[in-house]
């Protein structure tokens, strides 16, 4: 299992400094323009680069401001963190982070990373969490008994992402299996209310803003929009990457009244 995760985030890892789909030259300058100024500031060796801590600190510093991600396994030694600014992000088993490390460390001979090193691990990570969201997007048209290969109508594209944001947000007590079960939990949230209202304001937003951003190239004799998977990918990038900062004090309570909810 280890070799397959490390094989895993090579693959990523060469992809996203090979300026592949996802890791393009400009996601690359945008990392780097966001680290530069911390990177910096951290002590160096007498390599000029930075150490493991200092890289654990960076990284988990870019996510925390970025996105309001906190990820398991990158939190700096020490470090208390308000978890009612970021959201928990778990991804291939909490290993990742610390691979990544090992992979840039065993390519620099335990020299320490440089700038650009820092900038292929976030990139990297990012990447992974994304593929992640994928998969949890795949699994979200499965419990809606709906096809990947059929374009969804409105109705449907908000079917599918809420239960995206719904396992999301649960993480590792999410329902990935039982479609019946997922389909009772949206059923009983919606009719107790509580923060559900704003975790569908969420959703909405996030589809009419890619509406609009998309105008130009939709098929303007429709007349009700359609959505390929492709665009639901592009959207859940997008409530991915957003989430964490979306996050307030009331939405914290988001997560417990679903694990109450799952517990009736």
């Known amino acids: 299992m280890m070799e397959e995760i490390q094989q895993c985030l090579q693959d990523s ?19 780097e323009g966001s680290i530069w100024q911390t990177y910096q500031a951290l002590p160096k060796n007498e390599f000029g680069h930075i150490g493991p801590r200092a890289v654990r600190y960076l990284v988990h510093n870019y996510f925390a401001k970025e996105h309001g991600w906190l990820i398991k396994g990158l939190e700096p030694h020490g470090h208390q963190t308000d978890v009612s600014e970021v959201h928990e992000v778990n991804i291939l088993q909490d290993k990742a982070p610390a691979l990544v490390e090992s992979l840039l460390e065993s ?21 992974l969490i ?16 709906l096809a990947m290969e059929k374009p969804l109508d409105e109705a ?14 649960m993480g590792d007590r999410a329902m990935l299996q039982n479609a019946n079960l997922h389909r009772a939990l949206k059923t009983r949230a919606a009719e107790v209310g509580g923060n559900w209202p704003l975790l569908v304001e969420f959703e909405q937003d996030a589809v009419s803003n890619f ?5 130009h190239i939709r098929n303007p004799f429709l007349s ?22 979306w996050q307030n004090t009331e939405c914290q309570q988001m997560k417990s009244e679903l694990m109450e909810l799952d517990s009736q």
Do not use: C, W
């Not at 994304?130 to 008994?145: H, M, P, R, V």
């Not at 594209?157 to 947000?169: A, G, N, R």
């Open 13 to 31: 890892m060469q992809e996203v400094l090979r300026g592949g789909a996802r890791g393009a030259r400009s996601g690359l300058e945008k990392i």
């Open 107 to 127: 390519q620099r001979a335990g020299r320490g990373l440089a700038l650009q090193d820092a900038v292929a691990m976030v990139a990297t990570l990012e990447r």
């Open 130 to 145: 994304f593929d992640e969201a994928i998969k949890l997007l795949q699994t979200s048209y499965k419990l809606n008994s």
């Open 156 to 169: 449907g594209i908000h079917e599918v992402l809420t239960s995206y944001l719904i396992l999301f947000e």
């Open 211 to 215: 509406g609009f951003t998309h105008k």
């Open 224 to 245: 009700t929009p359609k959505f390929a998977f492709e665009d639901a990918v592009e959207i859940v990038e997008g409530l991915t990457a957003d989430y964490g900062k």
